[in-house]
């Protein structure tokens, strides 16, 4: 975006997005949720800006993007899920051995599921675009897909961290009353 008001706007109208945040002892499907919700307006602004979109086309942006997001949601749990059963038999716990053949199909057809949604997700956004906004589009997605990863990993950690100083601290503030 040109306009640095547009930008601001933009922001604006998203924020209302983070005012959802939790506090850091959430159950992990609430901090998942405002994880997810963070990453994606992080992402269209991000986009909108690549592309030099209006206000109105980077909602409409979000709103396709949130659609694939809820379809994607599922898969990769799936994905997880095969992961927690792999890493379970890899450190040797003996009840998961048996499934482990079924995690790493399972694991593979969800990631096939994924990319196949995000080619999906790129037509379906490029389709109205020029080429140079489609290569810019195309260009963004691969590298915000590393990005947004990595990001996920560090407020996933960042989270775990949050929740560890809050049980210490409720350890030692149940200790402490009870030395009175």
Known sequence: MKNPIRMAVLTLSLLPVLALAAPPDAPSPERAERMEKRVRMMRVVGLAEALELEPEQ????????????????????????????LKQAASGDASVQSQVDQAVQRAFDA?????????????????????????RLALFLARNQGRMKKMAKGMEHEGRRERRQHQRMRRMQGAGGAQD
């Open 58 to 85: 980077a909602l409409k942006l979000a709103d396709t993007m949130r659609q694939f997001d809820e379809r994607r949601r599922p898969l990769r749990q799936q994905v997880r899920e095969s992961a927690k059963v």
């Open 111 to 135: 990631r096939a599921q994924l990319a196949s949604l995000d080619k999906e997700m790129y037509q379906t956004l490029a389709k109205d675009l020029p080429p140079q906004q489609k290569a």
